[in-house]
């Protein structure tokens, strides 16, 4: 039995990097093996079906938590690292230790009492790991969702921090929030701008 790791949001301006772990039984019945069949990758899938495929999986995965690391620990340790802890921090959020993690990409996290492996574009053809991309792409979709509410200035809720036009437009008319990755180039070029 393994567990997938993936990571949502590397590459946005604003906003948390969110990883999840999955943990998928080994033996899935009917429902299950039917679920794994329509997994993919949380860049192909529509909103609405991620946010369907995500209570599948939680409702079927034998164990699966999500990790966090903010804007400030980002700025602090830079994003590389930050998303390792994120992944490291969904690991420990499963309350079990699996035998074997899978990780997309080609670097891996400190997983205690676990075999780490890197899997690149193991979210294209790993379950577990397409399964950890679609919970980790849905929670920080909903949490840049609920913070859009507090802070409305940015339109958080339709780019999710990403660095689109709109983005860019409104950091140079309002500069950095607080949630803002003030140590990524272009934070500071747009609110210079």
Not at 58 to 81: C, F, K, M, Y
Not at 160 to 166: E, N, Q, R, V
Request: glycine share 8%; proline share 7%.
């Amino acid at each position: 039995m393994h567990c997938g790791v993936d990571e949502a949001g590397r590459g946005p301006l604003a906003g948390p990097v969110t990883a999840a772990a999955v943990l998928l039984p080994e033996e899935p019945d009917g429902r299950t093996r039917k679920l794994i069949t329509t997994l993919a990758d949380s860049k192909k899938l529509t909103p609405r079906a991620r946010e369907d495929l995500a209570v599948l999986i939680r409702e079927h995965a034998v164990a699966w938590g999500t990790g966090w690391s903010w804007p400030e620990e980002i700025d602090r340790v830079n994003i590389l690292q930050a998303a390792m802890l994120a992944m490291s921090r969904a690991c420990e959020a499963l309350g079990v230790v699996p035998p074997a993690v899978f990780v997309d990409g080609n670097r891996c996290p400190v997983v205690p009492g676990a075999a780490v492996y890197a899997v690149i574009k193991g979210d294209g053809y790993v379950p577990s790991i397409m399964a950890a991309s679609i919970l980790a792409k849905t929670a920080r979709d909903a949490w840049m969702c609920e913070y859009a509410i507090q802070d409305d200035r940015y339109g958080f809720e339709v780019h999710k921090g990403y660095p689109t036009a709109l983005h860019k437009a409104r950091l140079a008319e309002h500069g950095p929030s607080a949630i803002h990755r003030v140590s990524f180039r272009g934070v500071v070029q747009e609110a210079r701008s």
